[in-house]
């Protein structure tokens, strides 16, 4: 916890970016959930918050679960952490995998730390978010399976669109600054696991693009087999509240 502390004193400008950030990305939800999200969420306020934690600590301990990739460097792991979230954003709607989203990292921070300056778990979030707030939003228009799967579809994409766009300009370059490795450094140890990348642009193409496809293509199967079945049981807790 005190190294956590400190690590937090020496990034503060960076954590209150994260901060804003943070905040819009939550207004997003907030408004898509109030304006687009024309399918009610019926849930009494007990049970989102039950619902969202339980979620939640799901969600922390996949996190903690992470799984090489032959063709990216290190740094990048797959987990399923966003499995959870997206259940809970299809249940409770994009607000609730919002909060659900920031509270997987928080407790994932609480319970090992940080290795990358907080970096790494700042891009979890956000990209994250990138899957759940268009499928859950898609979803909850109209909530059918075609909705589901294409919500899951727009997802993905954006994911892979903007998680990779988001390393290249922002996430790369932040990485860099705050952990104190030359960006020569990171893109030596893309070209160990792939003679290709060379520079910034490759390692992008050749291995965060197809790490959030993956991520996203893999996530969007699970949820869709076992919302099915989860269903059962949470909706009809649900009509009886």
């Known amino acids: 916890m005190n190294e956590l502390i400190s690590s937090a004193k020496e990034n503060l400008s960076f954590l209150l970016v994260c901060a804003a950030i943070i905040?819009?990305?939550?207004l997003i939800a907030w408004l898509a959930q109030r304006f687009l999200c024309h399918s009610s969420v019926k849930a009494t306020g007990t049970r989102r918050v039950v619902f969202t934690a339980l979620f939640s600590a799901v969600a922390a301990v996949l996190m903690l679960l992470e799984i090489p990739l032959f063709f990216a460097p290190g740094f990048y792991k797959l987990d399923l952490s966003e499995l959870p979230v997206l259940l809970c954003s299809f249940y409770l709607g994009p607000t609730a995998g919002v909060i659900c989203e920031l509270l997987k990292v928080v407790l994932k921070l609480l319970l090992k730390g940080t290795s990358t300056a907080f970096v790494g778990d700042f891009a979890n979030f956000v990209v994250g978010?990138?899957?759940v707030l268009p499928a859950s939003v898609i979803y909850h228009v109209k909530k059918t399976k075609k909705s589901a799967l294409m919500g899951m579809v727009v997802g993905?994409?954006?994911?892979?669109?903007f998680g990779s766009l988001f390393n290249a300009?922002?996430?790369l370059p932040k990485f860099s600054e705050l952990f104190g490795m030359p960006m020569e450094a990171i893109i030596a140890m893309g070209t160990k696991v792939n003679g290709a990348i060379n520079s910034v642009s490759t390692l992008v193409l050749f291995a965060v693009v197809p790490f959030n496809l993956l991520k996203g293509v893999v996530v969007s199967l699970l949820t869709f087999l076992l919302y099915k079945r989860l269903g059962p049981v949470l909706f009809r807790k649900r009509q009886a509240a």
């Open 156 to 161: 993905t994409l954006v994911m892979t669109v």
């Open 23 to 26: 905040a819009g990305i939550a």
């Open 169 to 171: 300009v922002y996430l």
């Open 129 to 131: 978010c990138t899957l």
